[in-house]
């Protein structure tokens, strides 16, 4: 099965850019979609096919898909964005949905 | 508005059987992909299944086939999430979620329903 790999913790600053990847073979091939999950809190969706925001979501939230990795990065980082990210595939080899294992995004 | 209410909280014994709901609202149910998204305690999240409420068309992970059911009731807007014989290691929060279909992500979440299974 695809398999997506994230790292299980990032940091950052306050007002500084924060970088989530997401690595899976030829994941440039798929549409790669992105949720944030605050502690206690269902996931929300922040964004769909690589990049599209939902309405909504902030501006500083954005997304690329190259090769074998696809990244969340989010701008001018503010407390309230701490949360767990994770990205999310379709396999159309095997029609089953894959998640990342989540990356904790701690501001400092 | 939108949304998925979700079941409340439920506490069984290992062997015992489940029934977990999520009432979908604001849309048109039969139309759209419903799926279920475990999250064991401290962890990631996991697609469990998915089914389609107008002809029921459904979909398993292979890691759950076989240990849960997947079904939905259209006079309702309700969809269902079935195990015949829980174990502990089925303790966790599910939650249902919406599929947009073409895009292949879940844009809508119901609030989650936390499964606790212990002796």
């Known amino acids: 099965s695809y398999v997506l790999t994230q790292p299980p913790s990032v940091s950052v600053a306050p007002g500084k850019t924060a970088k989530i990847t997401c690595g899976g073979d030829?994941?440039?091939?798929?549409?790669v979609h992105w949720y944030q999950q605050k502690a206690g809190q269902a996931p929300v969706v922040v964004l769909y096919?690589?990049?599209v925001r939902p309405s909504g979501i902030p501006e500083r939230f954005s997304g690329s898909n190259s090769g074998d990795t696809a990244t969340l990065t989010i701008n001018r980082v503010e407390v309230g964005d701490e949360a767990d990210f994770y990205c999310?595939?379709?396999?159309?080899?095997?029609?089953?949905?894959?998640f990342g294992g989540g990356t904790k995004l701690t501001v400092l | 508005e939108e949304q998925l209410v979700q079941s409340g909280a439920a506490v069984r014994k290992p062997g015992e059987s489940l029934n977990i709901s999520c009432e979908a609202s604001?849309?048109?149910?039969?139309?759209?992909?419903i799926a279920w998204v475990r999250q064991m305690p401290g962890k990631g999240l996991e697609w469990v299944a998915m089914?389609?409420?107008?002809?029921?068309?459904?979909k398993y992970s292979p890691s759950f086939q076989g240990q849960v059911t997947i079904s939905a009731d259209k006079s309702t807007s309700t969809a269902f999430l079935q195990w015949s014989t829980l174990k502990a290691s089925d303790t966790a929060i599910y939650y249902c979620?919406?599929?947009?279909?073409?895009?292949?992500?879940?844009?809508?979440w119901g609030r989650g329903t936390l499964v606790t299974v212990s002796s």
């Open positions: 999310q595939v379709w396999d159309s080899t095997s029609d089953h949905w894959m």
């Open positions: 979620a919406r599929h947009i279909e073409g895009y292949w992500y879940f844009d809508l």
């Open positions: 604001g849309y048109s149910f039969p139309n759209y992909w």
């Open positions: 096919h690589d990049g």
């Open positions: 030829k994941i440039e091939t798929k549409a």
């Open positions: 089914i389609y409420p107008a002809d029921s068309d459904a």
